[in-house]
């Protein structure tokens, strides 16, 4: 029930942020970015990340996992959010693995799972279609041909989605637009007949795809979980996801905020170091009580994600939205206490604030959240 | 059966036989709370029974030795206590300025024979305190105090006046910040001195508040004796004392934050039946909405930090800048939730007597609640203490 983290945990915390701090600092984002890299992202560096075993933290060892839990894996996602650094461990895994081991048949588990959690293959899940997160409002559609199914839809914004082996298809089996019934999940390999995907560049450096359907052909066994049962699930799978990146983003947050810090006691202006003036000073003790308050709801998310999943939608939603609005405003006050300097490309801190602002929208932002969690509340 | 459960089994019946079924009832208001002290006129005849009962027991202070008029219970024995009065019921049998504020302080810096002369009387409730430290020129600034103190002989001679001192005219003794050298430097010039206010030239004044009538006081020293002996600590040093208490203060403080207890309405219900909801469930006004929803998650974010805390600590963790960070966003968190009040409950929340407006307790309070970023240090000064002790910022020249 604990909102530390344990002696395991702070070791796993030390060697996840020694780790991306020296083999995947802000330079290696840039150099990805600058390269156009092929993938993204480096397939060397993930394969190093699987043997570690942080593609397993939550899963069970029959599939290869370390049967640990979620708060494992928000711990290495906030290391990882210190450096920036561009892995598939968010889609494959924490979106796409946990999605899987959630509903899958046993057969789609023990088919799949290891080979996500050993690296050889990725997943992405196929969920928004517009510009917002918006679980309910599916159009994509799967229809009965005889025994199989027919898929057809177009998805956007799939996080990773150009380097996805397999994706997890939110699709609408029955009912119409905005109804939480009638949604189910499929599995697609991306190689299938029919399936086009569009790399889409993003302002981090990272990686969304445009995924249409065309009249995609797909076995009875590729669907996951219960026939127009999807959305229950989908949503825990939401939720965690939220947990994990609420983790990354604190993590981000926390290293914005230092490098600031840094700054502040370093640079002179009107004869005196700028860390001298009030004005600043107020503001940087502001955002450590935000960044405390920060860590107390991603910590619960997690938290809730391993121990209390009947806790887990509004610990989340909560989670999120303070974790948004926490990195929006250090983020800006990032930019604006560099200066001048904090707008040139060459100085690595507006390279958190354009990934600040993908993990907010990624998932539902601050309103999104805000507004759901109000409905939790029963207001 | 282990030592402690023997324990729980003998403070269960114990408790059972000693503490009065009135005392097991639920507090209505401050006005239940037993402060004790010379001058306290016991509310009824039980609660007089149940503090003089725990008194002798030590129990109003499980964990202070026995010499000073505590139980010397472990730290385990003294949760088995809590958890089964609060099982019971039990009332806490005293409050105290005495045992929160200056005994954390006369454990650390006061001489043997202080602590043998004053924690027996603040453990059984004889001797009622008060604090003196603010004065009417020295607030955030508090190390500029002038209230001086002058050595005569075997004793000093304190000239000057206290503010904001709670309880002043109710408290028996004051323990208080006085300056013992015009000439040092401000914060090597003042001491910890404790003196009865029933001595000749001790005077009070209450102080009228925009809430209304307060506990607060203005103190008035007009050549006060005082024995020398009552000065704790080293002399000149007082600021250590008081820097200490401080911290303290903070903390208590901090828990204004936390969310209050079930039995009263919470801000959802307030706003439910202030304003209505839709067939779903919905409240009516959604900017409303809205700004419940923020400020929940503002309230939980903090309970969750305290708990977070806790736990930190619990695993051997530093609570390090924890009180200025809790205090300052647990102070300005409940001024929050008081204006909230008011936006959900609308013109009914500005009634200020009679009993259809519940005498103005909800518009009283959030008057009141302005005060929290100003005691105990303002926010500006939490601030500031962040900026330089936690975060390590630079400090102008």
Not at chain 1, 178 to 191: A, H, M, N, P, T
Not at chain 1, 231 to 259: C, H, K, T, W
Request: net charge negative.
């Amino acid at each position: 029930m604990s909102l530390a983290l344990d002696e395991q945990q702070r070791l796993l915390q030390e060697s996840a942020e020694s780790f991306f701090a020296g083999k995947a600092p802000v330079s290696a984002l840039r150099r990805l970015r600058d390269d156009k890299d092929e993938t993204g992202f480096s397939r060397e560096l993930w394969q190093q990340m699987c043997q570690m075993g942080w593609t397993g933290t939550f899963l069970p060892e029959t599939y290869g996992g370390l049967g640990l839990g979620f708060k494992e894996l928000g711990v290495v996602m906030q290391a990882s959010g210190r450096t920036l650094s561009a892995s598939p461990l968010f889609s494959s895994i924490a979106l796409g693995a946990s999605c899987l081991s959630l509903v899958g048949s046993e057969a789609q588990k023990a088919r799949l799972l290891p080979q996500f959690v050993s690296g050889e293959k990725l997943a992405a899940l196929a969920l928004q279609e517009g510009a917002h997160h918006d679980p309910v409002n599916i159009a994509t559609s799967a229809t009965r041909e005889g025994d199989a199914w027919l898929l057809s839809g177009c998805k956007r914004h799939v996080a990773d989605g150009h380097t996805a082996d397999v994706f997890m298809v939110v699709a609408r089996t029955a009912g119409s637009a905005r109804d939480e019934q009638g949604l189910s999940l499929f599995l697609v390999d991306s190689g299938t007949p029919g399936v086009n995907v569009e790399r889409r560049f993003m302002v981090d450096s990272r990686n969304m795809a445009e995924v249409t359907f065309d009249k995609v052909l797909l076995d009875a066994d590729c669907l996951m979980g219960e026939l127009n049962g999807g959305y229950a699930p989908l949503q825990v799978v939401i939720d965690r996801g939220n947990a994990v990146l609420s983790a990354e983003m604190l993590g981000s947050a926390l290293e914005a905020f230092e490098r600031t810090l840094d700054y502040l006691k370093q640079r002179e202006q009107f004869g005196a170091l700028i860390g001298t003036f009030q004005a600043l000073q107020h503001r940087a003790a502001q955002m450590f009580c935000e960044l405390e308050m920060s860590r107390s709801v991603v910590m619960e998310a997690l938290r809730c994600a391993d121990e209390s999943p009947e806790q887990l939608a509004i610990a989340s939603s909560r989670a999120k939205v303070q974790m948004s609005e926490t990195l929006r405003l250090v983020t800006d006050e990032s930019i604006q206490m560099h200066g001048g300097i904090g707008m040139t490309d060459e100085e690595e801190i507006g390279f958190f604030l354009k990934r600040a602002r993908v993990a907010q929208q990624l998932l539902g932002d601050e309103h999104y959240h805000l507004n759901r969690f109000a409905g939790l509340s029963d207001y | 059966m282990s030592e402690l459960d023997a324990f729980r089994e003998e403070v269960r019946s114990w408790l059972e036989e000693n503490c009065p079924p009135a005392m097991r009832t639920p507090m209505r208001s401050d006005e239940d709370v037993c402060w004790a002290g010379r001058q306290w006129q016991f509310q009824s005849e039980d609660q007089r029974l149940w503090l003089q009962r725990m008194a002798e027991k030590g129990w109003t202070v499980p964990e202070w030795p026995e010499k000073y008029g505590g139980g010397g219970l472990s730290s385990a024995e003294a949760r088995v206590l809590q958890q089964e009065m609060a099982a019971l019921g039990c009332r806490p049998p005293l409050a105290s300025l005495g045992i929160i504020m200056l005994a954390p302080a006369m454990f650390k810096f006061a001489s043997e024979e202080q602590k043998l002369e004053h924690l027996p009387k603040i453990a059984s409730g004889e001797i009622r305190w008060c604090q003196g430290y603010s004065e009417p020129g020295a607030g955030s600034d508090l190390a500029s105090l002038q209230t001086s103190a002058i050595r005569k002989g075997d004793h000093y001679v304190v000239n000057g006046s206290k503010i904001w001192t709670s309880y002043g005219d109710k408290a028996d003794w004051i323990f208080c910040l006085v300056r013992t050298d015009a000439n040092a430097p401000k914060r090597e010039s003042i001491s910890f001195l404790l003196f009865d206010m029933a001595s000749p030239g001790v005077s009070t004044s209450p102080i009228q508040l925009i809430s209304g009538a307060s506990p607060f006081c203005q103190t008035f020293f007009d050549d006060v004796e005082v024995p020398a002996r009552n000065l704790v600590g080293e002399v000149n040093k007082g600021w250590t004392v008081a820097k200490y208490l401080l911290q303290h203060e903070r903390n208590m403080a901090a828990a204004l934050g936390r969310s209050r207890s079930g039995k009263k309405k919470t801000l959802p219900q307030i706003a439910v039946e202030a304003l209505g909801t839709d067939d779903a469930g919905t409240l009516k006004e959604p900017v409303l909405r809205q700004k419940l929803a923020r400020f929940q998650i503002r309230e939980q974010a903090f309970t969750l930090t305290m708990q977070r805390i806790g736990d930190e600590m619990a695993r051997g963790g530093d609570p390090g800048p924890a009180s200025s960070v809790l205090k300052y966003y647990g102070s300005e968190t409940n001024k929050q939730r008081r204006e909230l009040w008011l936006a959900l409950a609308g013109m009914d929340s500005l009634g200020w007597e009679g009993e259809v407006f519940d005498e103005g307790i909800v518009a009283r309070s959030w008057l009141r609640s302005k005060a929290n970023s100003i005691e105990g240090g303002t926010s500006e000064v939490q601030l500031n203490i962040i900026a330089k002790r936690v975060l390590g910022l630079p400090s102008a020249v």
